[in-house]
């Protein structure tokens, strides 16, 4: 725990003498205790993925879905307090439909990002309300060609809309992290929730960042997403736990640029290695194990 | 001279007498959307065994005027339905992009490629029949509010129990359903060539996907040979359980105007 309050923790507009927001950082602390969520950049789309804890066996397997649809190319998971998360996704999708509103075209991934990163802020700053309990993960693909206006009739002009300059390329997979100060930026890889330190440190040994781009595919992505979940996820703690995943891939990809559920058998294919990579890692455990003892 | 804003560029009334100004306060409702401008012409769909064809042109017309040439008036609907429009073009837009926002609410509450065994149809989806019946609620409310769409639209696509569904509904609410329609002018001259080959359910459900393609596309020189307000560049779109096929570059092709010769009475002829 971080230092004691003394009387600057009980309300949020309050600064302390040190200059930190004691409400903010409880915030953290509820994102800290939700199920690991992480989302991976790669070089044609972004995979979201969440360890979803099942709290009861009279659950329904597979129903209560955590990583939410926010346009067609968008899509956030989150980790912390459930209800807080639900309540950001209307908001998201309110944001997003109010920018085709406005510009008849599919809200760009940064935007989504800036403006829920100035919801999530705003909930730092009066007394009537408190932080979001939350840390959520937004990944989204913008279209790279020329996307036709919602509603448009004709083919437009053959130039396209302008205003581009050649050589220089538009759109593609992006990540973002929102937390609950409002603090985001845009991410190779991020994670959240429990497992973050440990989720962190294998979405580093990823080669996902780099001058030339990331050269992890998404299928391969979403074997990873899986792998790091598992790696991530604290037996101890939890017991039981449900993968969900979705993707979105670009419009030549298997998504068709839009935001889906990871396909069932490719889901399952990747829990299949994901555990069989965490059985051979603890073989490699006992065989050292063994050989320290001799 | 008058130098008052409400006078400027207004004909001088000492030269051409008192402007009549009437038309500039009327206290009635607003009309400017009581009646079309930029239209679209017919719509035609014929149903067949595993699916529904659907074609219009691609010219959007200002009255006479042949104004725009690469106008899609066909819009499929979550690769599962086809919507085609005849009438207002910017109504079409309006609703277009009404549609839009229902499909992305949709994507909202269903995942179909979760399971690939799963079709679209059967993944609980809105399906043609439940956006027909949208359609056609959303038509009549707001001819009640006398403010209608100006449009006359198809919609093809999959009922609930998966068969094929072909359905209209007009400005005022209206709606039909048939084993071929097609809208507009098509009434009268793509309807009986249509109903020629499937005047029944038990017909259309006879017809093979390249036979009523066929069927549409012989329709669509018709109305071009007929109707003063086509063109000869259409699009076409198939709808079957696997989704939706659209093509919106076609062309006539071998047009015949011999049956020209044969007509008088119109126009400047002097024998």
């Known amino acids: ?294 | 001279m008058d130098h008052r804003p409400q006078a400027w560029g207004r004909p001088r009334d000492d030269v051409y007498g008192a402007y009549d100004a009437s038309y500039l306060h009327t206290n009635g409702p607003k009309t400017a959307t009581q009646s079309p401008i930029v239209t679209g012409t017919s719509v035609i769909a014929l149903k067949f065994k595993d699916g529904v064809v659907m074609a219009a042109d691609n010219l959007a017309s200002y009255g006479s005027l042949a104004r725009f040439t690469d106008v899609k008036r066909l819009r499929p609907f979550l690769s599962t339905s086809v919507v085609g429009f005849g009438g207002d073009v910017s109504d079409m837009q309006f609703l277009d992009r009404h549609l839009t926002e229902l499909a992305i609410d949709e994507a909202y509450e269903h995942d179909n490629t979760s399971s690939s065994s799963e079709t679209p149809a059967t993944a609980g989806q809105l399906n043609a029949a439940n956006l027909h019946k949208y359609l056609s609620k959303l038509m009549y409310r707001r001819r009640n509010s006398f403010d209608p769409l100006w449009n006359q639209i198809l919609v093809a696509g999959f009922d609930s129990s998966s068969t094929p569904f072909l359905a209209s509904v007009d400005l005022r609410g209206t709606t039909f359903t048939s084993p071929s329609l097609a809208s507009g002018f098509g009434a009268m001259l793509a309807q009986p060539i249509m109903r020629r080959h499937a005047a029944t359910e038990e017909d259309a459900a006879k017809l093979t996907r390249d036979e009523a393609v066929a069927i549409v596309r012989e329709c669509m020189k018709v109305l071009f040979y007929r109707d003063a307000r086509s063109l000869d560049k259409y699009s076409i779109a198939v709808v079957t359980r696997d989704g939706v096929e659209l093509s919106e570059e076609e062309q006539l092709e071998k047009q015949s105007w011999a049956f020209a010769e044969r007509i008088r009475g119109y126009g400047t002829q002097t024998v």
């Open chain 1, 1 to 294: 725990m971080t230092s004691i309050g003394t009387g600057y923790d009980l309300a949020n507009s309050i600064f302390s003498p040190d200059g930190r927001n004691f409400q903010v950082e409880y915030a953290v602390k509820a994102v800290e205790n939700g199920g690991t969520s992480i989302g991976i950049r790669c070089k044609d789309g972004v995979v979201l993925a969440v360890e979803k804890v099942v709290t009861s066996k009279l659950l329904k397997a597979g129903a209560n879905k955590r990583i939410a649809t926010i346009d067609r190319h968008l899509g956030i998971v989150y980790s912390g307090m459930i209800p807080d998360g639900r309540h950001f996704i209307d908001r998201a999708r309110d944001e997003a439909r109010a920018w085709r509103d406005t510009f008849k075209t599919p809200i760009p991934t940064a935007d989504l990002a800036s403006r829920m990163g100035g919801y999530m802020q705003a909930y730092t700053l009066y007394q009537s309300v408190r932080p979001f309990g939350i840390t959520a993960i937004i990944g989204g693909f913008d279209s790279t060609s020329e996307a036709p206006v919602d509603g448009e009739v004709g083919a437009g002009p053959s130039c396209g809309a302008g205003g581009k300059v050649p050589g220089k390329t538009y759109g593609g997979p992006f990540l973002y992290m929102v937390e609950p100060s409002g603090l985001y930026w845009g991410y190779y890889g991020a994670a959240t929730g429990k497992g973050r330190q440990a989720a962190k440190a294998e979405l580093e040994k990823l080669d996902l960042g780099g001058p030339a781009g990331p050269s992890l595919t998404l299928e391969q992505a979403v074997k990873e997403a899986a792998r790091i979940i598992y790696v991530s996820h604290d037996d101890s703690k939890d017991k039981e736990f449900e993968l969900e995943m979705t993707w979105i891939s670009g419009a030549d990809g298997p998504t068709k640029g839009l935001h889906r559920e990871v396909p069932k058998e490719l889901r399952e294919e990747a829990e299949r290695l994901a555990k069989k990579a965490l059985e051979d890692d603890e073989d490699d455990e006992d065989e050292e194990e063994e050989k320290m003892e001799e």
